[in-house]
Structures are given as C-alpha cells and as structure tokens.
C-alpha cells in the first residue's frame, strides 16, 4: 500500500482503485498526472477505509485514492492524538494533494469524512476540481439532526421484520438512554440482508480514540465555514439516501444551501451506504456529476 507524510511526520496510507490497479493494495505508484482521473476519498468513522470498497464500481468510470485518515487502517497513529481533531485533519489531505502531484482534486467524503472534505473545500478553495459529499455529516455546517427527525425518517419501514427491535434501540439512543448502535445497524442499509450485516460488521471503527477526538471541541467552526465557501465556485453534489437515518435527506438538502453551485440527488431505496443499496444507480449519478 502506497505511502505519504503529513506535515508533523505521520505517516498516512492510502489505496488505489481503478486503472487495472487490482486490489488496491499495490506499493509502487508513483505520482499521479492532472488528467482528471483520480478522485481522493475521505472515509467515514474515522474507520479503516475498506469498507467504501471501489465504491460499488465507481473505480470503473475514475481513478480512486482512497486515504486512510490518521490511526486507523494501514496509517500511523500520530505522536500527538490530538490531531485526531476534524479540522486537524485538512492539512493530512493537502499533504496527499501535494505528494500526488496534483494542481486541484476532484475530493469525495462519505459520512464523518465529508465535514473533512467540506473543511478542506473551505481552507483550500483552489484546489478542489469537484466535491462530492455522500451520506454526508453536517456537523461541519452547523446542522443539527434531531432524534424526532431520525425516528420520523425510521418510521418509513415500519413494515420490516427487524424493525420493532430496532426501532427500540433507536429510540433508546437518540433519547439518551441507550448505546446499542449494532441493533440500530439495520436502519443504514435500504437491505437487510446477509451483504448488509457482513458490511456493518466490517465497518466498526478501528480506534475509538479517533472517533472520540475527531469531532473534540474547536473541531467545528460553522460560521467560518460557511463564510469561506461563498468563496468555493466549484460545483457540488450531495447525495442522500431516501432512508438514512445518519443523513436524513432534508438535513442534507439544508447542507446543500452552503453551496453556490450545488446538486441533491436522493437515492430512492438506499440507507447510509448507498453503493451497496444500489450499485448500479449510485454509480451513475456520481459519474455523471464527475464527468
């Protein structure tokens, strides 16, 4: 697996999908040319970022970078764990644009990772070519999603076998009075299914210590983003899944007025992982948008 460093010496891995790349494992890869193939992919979690795979084929349509954010998958853990911090993170992706060799970056970021990619756009404007935010967080931009709002948006599938229980542990949770996210996992996939349970048991988070620091206080300044991005021209595409119950989609619609040039797409059917939902449709929309 290729290698870079961050600016305070933290080693950070990252994978490639695409361009007969095969598994996405390979060491050797050099720098990559401006042809605006590549597209760099911020994870969510922060998790070890196999589980956005080659994002149900989008490696067909672009080049994929696929970074593994400090502490978790094949990156180091950084010497000082509070740069763990969403807004410490920026920096990490600047340094990849640079080891790339690239002027500007189309950048995707699903989840957690997309309030990352919505700082980056924000801090360095000029060097994004196209953003894509999937299933993002919107804690970047100051949106809050209440617990009614996710109950209301869970109670579409009330006619699932699963959902009694898990309904039960989503009101617990989103109430305070409960932490079983494993018995909420259901409501993130538009399926149920046996692909569904073997990806919400290969998505856990790999360092709860990055997990707990990345959103630490000063890791979010909505005002100041959102300022910085009247100064963002770039186009934009958030796309949500019809029941994400993470991303509901009129919290993302909301995020989507920060943009001057910004597309919602709603993936009809799909939860919080909408490639696995829908392979075929997620992959369409976001090629397009990326030319």
Not at 46 to 60: E, K, M, V
Not at 73 to 95: K, N
Not at 263 to 278: I, K, R, S
């Amino acid at each position: 697996m290729p290698t870079y460093y961050a600016p305070d010496g933290t080693r950070l891995a990252y994978r490639i999908h695409g361009d007969g790349d095969g598994d996405g494992d390979g060491d050797s890869v050099g720098r990559i040319d401006d042809d605006g193939g590549p597209v760099v992919c911020i994870p969510g979690g922060p998790a070890d970022s196999r589980y956005l795979g080659d994002l149900g084929g989008l490696s067909a349509h672009r080049r994929l970078i696929v970074l593994d954010l400090r502490g978790t998958g094949r990156s180091a853990i950084p010497d000082d764990t509070s740069s763990y911090r969403c807004d410490r993170l920026v920096e990490d992706v600047e340094a990849l644009r640079i080891h790339l060799g690239l002027p500007r970056i189309d950048l995707l970021g699903h989840s957690a990772g997309a309030n990352l990619a919505t700082q980056y756009a924000a801090r360095h404007p000029e060097n994004v070519g196209r953003l894509a935010l999937i299933a993002p967080g919107t804690r970047a931009l100051g949106i809050t999603i209440t617990g009614e709002a996710r109950r209301e948006l869970a109670r579409l599938r009330r006619d699932e076998p699963w959902f009694p229980a898990a309904y039960a542990a989503l009101e617990a949770v989103t109430g305070g009075t409960g932490s079983d996210w494993e018995a909420i996992g259901p409501f993130f996939y538009g399926r149920w299914d046996d692909t569904a349970r073997r990806h919400l048991a290969a998505s856990r988070p790999d360092n709860e210590e990055a997990v707990a620091l990345f959103a630490a206080e000063g890791a979010f300044a909505p005002d100041a983003t959102r300022a910085a991005l009247a100064g963002f021209g770039a186009p934009a595409l958030l796309l949500a899944g019809e029941f994400d119950v993470n991303s509901p989609p009129r919290s993302v619609a909301e995020a989507g007025d920060s943009f001057r040039d910004a597309e919602l797409v709603v993936q009809p059917g799909a939860g919080h992982y909408p490639w696995l939902d829908d392979a075929d449709r997620f992959t369409a929309s976001v090629a397009a948008f990326l030319g």
